[in-house]
């Protein structure tokens, strides 16, 4: 069982940049793939992925390049550094987290958080 909890959302300019954090609870976290969603009024998308121990990311092809995953399984902690944000990336964006290895697919992660929330303004 693992518990989630984001945080760091909230509104900057397009082509500032924001950090979000996402602290889980649970024995078995470095067990566990661990990826960020984001859900605007469309369905929830994937934006990036780390495997258990840290050593592969997987990112979209729209935030390749300006968005960086992170885990440190000591503190049971996931960050998203964004850089570089444009009104495309606003969105609710959720942490994930599956027993198994990454996928891209929603339905793949059994466990989520409540979700934060980034503005980006033009």
């Known amino acids: 069982q693992v518990q989630l909890v984001e945080s760091g959302g909230g509104l900057v300019q397009a082509g500032g940049s924001l950090r979000l954090s996402c602290a889980a609870s649970?024995?078995?976290?470095?067990?566990?793939?661990i990826a960020w969603f984001r859900q605007a009024p469309k369905e929830r998308e994937f934006v990036a992925a780390v495997?258990?121990?840290?050593?592969?990311?997987y990112y979209a092809d729209s935030v390749k390049g300006r968005f960086t995953i992170s885990r440190d399984n000591d503190k049971n902690t996931l960050h998203l550094q964004m850089n570089k944000l444009q009104p495309e990336d606003m969105a609710v964006y959720y942490c994930?987290?599956?027993?198994?290895?990454?996928?891209?697919?929603?339905?793949?992660?059994?466990?989520w958080g409540q979700g934060t929330q980034v503005t980006v303004s033009s």
């Open positions: 994930a987290a599956t027993p198994l290895t990454y996928s891209d697919y929603p339905g793949s992660y059994s466990y």
């Open positions: 649970g024995r078995t976290f470095s067990s566990y793939t």
């Open positions: 495997s258990w121990r840290g050593g592969k990311t």
